[in-house]
T-cell receptor, first 115, second 110 residues
Framework: EAGVVQSPRYKIIEKKQPVAFWCNPI?????LYWYLQNLGQGPELLIR????????DSQLPKDRFSAERLKGVDSTLKIQPAELGDSAVYLC?????????????FGPGTRLTVL | KQEVTQIPAALSVPEGENLVLNCSFT??????LQWFRQDPGKGLTSLLL?????REQTSGRLNASLDKSSGRSTLYIAASQPGDSATYLC?????????FGAGTTVTVRA
């Protein structure tokens, strides 16, 4: 069974440029999560989707970050414009139903460097 | 807000020694606790998930205990190997949200 797929794996951009990350969850998983992981810290949730609905985006900085999951399968996270402080690893995860008892499975992440 | 703390931040042991990794959390109203492994430049791999009604979970050389009332969990890795070198993170879930600790970076010396 294929795991969570993310692309690109690495991205280097100049500040003020836009950037987008793509995630394809495990087949059949209804719930998709985007996390931000700063160096030396644990991941922090940015947004959670149940199918195509964003059910928790309280931690997403909406002035520059946006996300979509149009058909309830793959998802895109965008930053526009990027700032130096956005340099981090962006992780995508999925779970079967999003219940509190479900295991979340993580992708390899996209490492973003903003110069 | 849930706060998750992992001590120590880093640990170095000789091969064969048992590893003990600690995790504490401030809000005991959790649904489950999960231990993850993260290798450099990689994503997170789930190792063990303990439901709030359970006290421990075992998988091979790994054993994790949970004391919800005191807000603590411990991950034991028996007979450590160089391949166990990685960062280990614990996370608790409240209201569908995972809260992570910063992790313990383990180095097992051959």
């Amino acid at each position: 069974e294929a795991g969570v797929v993310q692309s690109p794996r690495y991205k280097i951009i100049e500040k003020k440029q836009p950037v987008a990350f793509w995630c394809n969850p495990i087949s059949g998983h209804n719930t998709l999560y985007w996390y931000l992981q700063n160096l030396g810290q644990g991941p922090e949730l940015l947004i959670r989707y149940e199918n195509e609905e964003a059910v928790d985006d309280s931690q997403l900085p909406k002035d520059r970050f946006s996300a979509e999951r149009l058909k309830g399968v793959d998802s895109t996270l965008k930053i526009q414009p990027a700032e130096l402080g956005d340099s981090a690893v962006y992780l995508c995860a999925s779970s079967q139903e999003g219940r509190n008892t479900d295991t979340q499975y993580f992708g390899p992440g996209t490492r973003l460097t903003v110069l | 807000k849930q706060e998750v703390t992992q001590i120590p931040a880093a640990l170095s042991v000789p091969e064969g020694e048992n590893l003990v990794l600690n995790c504490s959390f401030t809000d005991s109203a959790i649904y489950n606790l999960q231990w993850f492994r993260q290798d450099p430049g990689k994503g997170l791999t789930s190792l063990l998930l303990i439901q709030s009604s359970q006290r421990e979970q075992t998988s091979g050389r790994l054993n994790a205990s949970l004391d919800k009332s005191s807000g603590r969990s411990t991950l034991y890795i028996a007979a450590s190997q160089p391949g166990d070198s990685a960062t280990y993170l614990c996370a608790v879930i409240n209201d569908y949200k995972l809260s992570f600790g910063a992790g313990t970076t383990v180095t097992v010396r051959a």
